[in-house]
């Protein structure tokens, strides 16, 4: 069966960190697959904040560079967003997302809540 669980979202303060996670069950090996995070605000679209593809080259969307360090683990089939200096604008739901050519997945999503 195929799973993404993320976790880690929650509750901070303006300025501080989070770390999500997102354990990988996946129909092919893990180190095959493009891992991605993306977020969704109230009222708008999904968008990407970070990629890591197999050779763990990253990018990242311009408004979390610097901030925000995507992640992966792959004995552990997980991939990680490390978000420091957390603004109220990162508030929004973070999901995981696995690709490898026409598969694709998606995670739950998680809570993450940027308020003082």
């Known amino acids: 069966q195929v799973q993404l669980v993320e976790s880690g979202g929650g509750l901070v303060q303006p300025g501080g960190s989070l770390r999500l996670s997102c354990a990988a069950s996946?129909?092919?090996?893990?180190?095959?697959?493009?891992m991605g995070w993306y977020r969704q605000a109230p009222g708008k679209q999904r968008e990407l904040v970070a990629v890591?593809?197999?050779?763990?080259?990253?990018n990242y969307d311009d408004s979390v560079k610097g901030r925000f360090t995507i992640s992966r683990d792959n004995a552990k089939s997980t991939v990680y967003l490390q978000m420091n200096s957390l603004k109220p604008e990162d508030t929004a739901v973070y999901y995981c997302?696995?690709?490898?050519?026409?598969?694709?997945?998606w995670g739950q999503g998680t809570q993450v809540t940027v308020s003082s």
């Open positions: 997302n696995a690709v490898y050519f026409s598969l694709q997945y």
């Open positions: 996946l129909t092919a090996s893990f180190t095959l697959y493009t």
């Open positions: 890591i593809d197999r050779s763990r080259d990253a």
